[in-house]
């Protein structure tokens, strides 16, 4: 089946670092990424929309400036956290949209696990 | 504005009965429904979907149905088994647009 890769699956920095998070879709090409943030108990909340080659949009209320997305190939984005803070910590998801395996659909990463000290 | 809702947080079901989750949404130009699985710390594994063309659709012990009239649509899991329980979110798309997903709903199956 088709698999979604991220990397790393968690990481603890420092308040003010930068944290760069991959996503791979590894058997099919993704024209379009998702990145979603979950906190404890609640839903997937979409950060922003990243197609290959062009800048991502980002939903209402998602600073750009602090979360940096590329979208490099059709196989790889990015997201940086800028700047770090404690609020920041959270369940990092992606998510990638293509056909495998004659299935359209919406396969998502394992996410990474992001602890802000 | 929710536009995917499951009212239902969470669900108990005997192991080897059916689960029936629910699923309702408000916009009428979501045409591809899906139901994601997902287990704390990991992220979703899609499990079945469903175009707005049709009605029904199963997978194994996974049956998706649609009601377009009344915006709704179900997920029955039969025979239930205590691997199943996780949280199940169900999600709509209108095109190739992006994703909107419910709140989810915690299925716990005992055995």
């Known amino acids: 089946g088709a698999v979604v890769s991220q990397h790393p699956s968690w990481v603890i920095c420092k308040s003010g670092t930068s944290v760069k998070i991959e996503c791979r879709s590894l058997d099919f090409q993704a024209t379009t990424m998702f990145w979603y943030r979950q906190f404890p108990k609640q839903s997937l909340m979409l950060m922003a929309t990243s197609n290959e080659g062009s800048k991502a949009t980002y939903e209402q209320g998602v600073e750009k400036d602090k979360f940096l997305i590329n979208h490099a190939s059709l196989t790889l984005s990015t997201l940086t956290v800028t700047s770090a803070h404690p609020e920041d910590s959270s369940f990092y998801i992606c998510?990638?949209?293509?056909?495998?395996?004659?299935?359209?659909?919406?396969?998502f990463g394992p996410g990474t696990r992001l602890t802000v000290l | 504005d929710q536009q995917v809702k499951q009212n239902s947080p969470s669900l108990s079901v005997q192991e080897g009965r059916i689960s029936i989750l629910n699923c309702d949404y408000t916009?009428?130009?979501?045409?591809?429904f899906l139901w994601y699985k997902k287990y704390p710390a990991e992220g979703p594994t899609f499990l079945i979907s469903?175009?707005?063309?049709?009605d029904k659709n199963e997978d194994g012990r996974f049956t998706v149905f649609l009601n377009k009239s009344a915006k709704h649509l179900s997920l029955h899991i039969v025979p239930s088994q205590p691997g199943d329980s996780a949280v199940y979110f169900c999600a709509a798309s209108a095109g190739a647009n992006n994703l909107f997903f419910g709140t989810g709903t915690r299925l716990t199956v005992i055995p």
């Open positions: 916009n009428s130009m979501f045409d591809y």
């Open positions: 469903i175009s707005s063309i049709k």
């Open positions: 998510s990638a949209r293509g056909v495998a395996g004659g299935v359209d659909t919406q396969y």
